[in-house]
């Protein structure tokens, strides 16, 4: 009787570890699948929120990874603002937008040489800025190596934008609006810097992507 009673209870025993197992197990199958519906529900990639840095499908992988300087809406808007702001200038009237226009492919159309401050005239007309990403070398010397420096060669010369980037980064920290952009991108970090400065220019020009041409739909 004693066996059976003894029997009995370690039935019931193992019986309530496997129903706690089960539970727990269950449990912790739940938690996976709202964690992955939570992930789901964060939206598209930041890639996707941002036109022009999804890969094209008929592109080879870029030189300039954007894993390296994710992209994001805030980040490209930031880019953008900068790249059309002639404060980067020494005078204030030259913008990298003002040798790189959109209607002309961010290429200067209507000047054989382009032209900076005090209106001098420079030795080459600017190139198009399109499909950066994919390029090894920059200017038509192929002097730049890397997208993120590549504006340090237009900033700085005398005939283009011809400001210091001490000057450039006085000016940005100067203006409230520009210190809480750079901080709501770089997680608060303050003062803006030349590194915070250049990924940001580098969100902008790095999603100018040109993938639909009659061509790309050929190959597509």
């Known amino acids: 009787m004693r066996r059976a009673c003894s029997q009995s209870s370690t039935f019931m025993l193992i019986n309530a570890l496997v129903k706690n197992a089960l539970a727990a197990a269950?449990?912790?199958?739940?938690?996976?699948?709202?964690?992955?519906?939570?992930?789901?529900?964060?939206?598209?990639a930041p890639s996707e929120l941002v036109p022009g840095t999804a890969l094209p499908v008929n592109f080879p992988?870029?030189?300039?990874?954007?894993?390296?300087?994710?992209?994001?809406?805030?980040?490209?808007?930031?880019?953008?603002?900068?790249?059309?702001?002639?404060?980067?200038?020494?005078?204030?009237?030259?913008?990298?937008?003002?040798c790189h226009q959109q209607f002309a492919a961010f290429a200067h159309a209507d000047h054989r040489l382009s032209h900076g401050v005090d209106n001098l005239l420079g030795t080459r007309n600017a190139p198009a800025l399109q499909n950066l990403r994919w390029k090894a070398d920059f200017f038509w010397d192929g002097g730049p190596k890397n997208l993120e420096t590549l504006p340090l060669a237009p900033l700085t010369n005398p005939v283009e934008m011809d400001e210091t980037l001490a000057n450039v980064l006085r000016k940005l920290n100067g203006d409230a609006t520009y210190v809480q952009r750079f901080a709501?991108?770089?997680?608060?970090?303050?003062?803006?810097?030349?590194?915070q400065l250049l990924r940001a220019l580098a969100q902008f020009t790095a999603a100018l992507t040109s993938a639909n041409s009659r061509y790309d739909k050929y190959i597509r």
Do not use: H, M, W
Not at 184 to 195: A, F, H, M, R
């Open 184 to 195: 709501q991108v770089y997680d608060g970090k303050k003062p803006i810097d030349s590194y």
């Open 61 to 98: 992988a870029p030189v300039y990874a954007l894993d390296a300087n994710p992209p994001s809406a805030a980040a490209f808007a930031l880019g953008r603002s900068l790249f059309y702001d002639v404060r980067l200038s020494r005078d204030g009237t030259v913008s990298c937008g003002s």
């Open 26 to 44: 269950l449990a912790l199958g739940l938690a996976g699948q709202l964690v992955a519906g939570c992930r789901s529900a964060e939206g598209p």
